[in-house]
């Protein structure tokens, strides 16, 4: 009776510890750009400026727990360049041969490490992370921070980034032969879902 009663125990920890294991397995979630926005927002010497990105790939590999955000192991992020659009054709003109865009295709971010993950419930947290901003082929560290609203179907990530052209070696756009000139530094807004 003890061994039957034994043997009962045993095969409900095991599966107490599959389950355990299962759901803390890593979960791929991808980019889905219809749900998705990211604007770049500058100054000049006329008025402020915005261009938003309408091509943009992104992963991200994160574990949950009992439904919650416990671990990001992998984020990569891209805007195809040339599908940065403001409304304006001499200004995007200007933007793409700021970026030298026949040569540098794409910025990406590319995520090396999670500092913290700061959940205040299930559903919502704050992740601070470190990483690489790559733009016109320079790459330089950066620490972002991003507001993560996560379940294990679906992730979004939102938050700001602010950068300096001259950071990545871009000689910020002009017009009308010089006389309109942008400022050097620029917000970066964003909202991504990932998903299934």
Not at 35 to 62: V, Y
Not at 139 to 145: D, E, G, L, S
Request: hydrophobic fraction near 35%; glycine fraction near 6%.
């Amino acid at each position: 009776m003890n061994t039957l009663k034994n043997f009962g125990l045993g095969i409900a920890s095991l599966l107490i510890m599959v389950i355990s294991v299962q759901s803390s397995f890593a979960q791929t979630f991808s980019v889905k750009t219809a749900r998705s926005n990211l604007k770049i927002e500058g100054t000049s010497n006329i008025h402020d400026w915005e261009i938003e990105a309408e091509d943009f790939q992104g992963t991200l590999s994160a574990e949950f727990q009992e439904g919650q955000l416990t671990k990001i192991n992998n984020l990569e992020f891209s805007v195809v360049a040339e599908s940065l659009k403001s409304g304006k054709g001499a200004m995007d003109k200007n933007t793409y041969k700021a970026l030298n865009t026949d040569k540098h295709k794409k910025i990406t971010y590319s995520m090396t490490k999670v500092n913290n993950i700061d959940c205040t419930s299930n559903a919502n947290c704050i992740v601070t992370t470190s990483g690489y901003l790559t733009i016109a082929g320079i790459k330089n560290p950066v620490n972002i921070t991003f507001n993560a609203q996560a379940n294990d179907s679906k992730v979004v990530l939102s938050g700001n980034e602010t950068i300096k052209m001259s950071e990545y070696k871009i000689d910020a756009p002009t017009a009308m032969f010089g006389t309109i000139t942008t400022g050097d530094e620029v917000k970066i807004n964003f909202q991504t879902t990932f998903s299934k």
